[in-house]
């Protein structure tokens, strides 16, 4: 069962994630599978192409996000999360953060390329079920 889906940038490609651990890219018009990534190992919430395409994040039930190279396939980078489920992950329209929601209240802000956590806070009620940034990164003019 598929549990999240997104465009890359171009709109050349569809990546989703499913439960069995396993994230896959397609190609839209033809509905072909180009490729299947593997690594995470348990359900895989959310997916998020980077700006430019080139990379991927994903956010799991394991408590990981992982930073894949789209084209490869390659694990590039594990972000511990906070232990609980990620459920939702997103990046700035720079690709310079990335943002997770999960299953223990927080939203971190991260540094993907450092593989840091830049920043931390408690949501409110439950899981954090999705994070966004707007469409100009919450720049001030």
């Known amino acids: ?34 490729q299947a ?3 995470h190992g348990r359900s895989v919430h959310s997916v998020a192409f980077m700006p430019n395409g080139q990379r991927l994040a994903s956010g799991s039930v394991e408590g990981t996000i992982k930073i894949w190279d789209s084209a490869s396939g390659q694990c590039l980078q594990t972000l511990k999360g906070p232990g609980d489920s990620v459920w939702s992950v997103a ?8 943002a997770s929601g999960s299953a223990d209240k927080t939203i971190k802000i991260w540094d993907p390329a450092l593989g840091q ?5 408690e949501g409110r009620g439950d899981s954090v079920m999705s994070v966004a940034f707007s469409p100009d990164g919450g720049q001030q003019p």
Do not use: H, Y
């Open 1 to 34: 069962m598929v549990q999240s889906v997104a465009f890359s940038p171009d709109g050349q490609r569809l990546a989703s994630g499913s439960v069995n651990g396993t994230i896959k890219i397609w190609d839209p018009a033809s509905g072909q599978c180009l």
């Open 91 to 98: 990046l700035s329209p720079d690709g310079q953060r990335l």
């Open 117 to 121: 956590c830049l920043q931390a806070s």
């Open 37 to 39: 990534f593997e690594g």
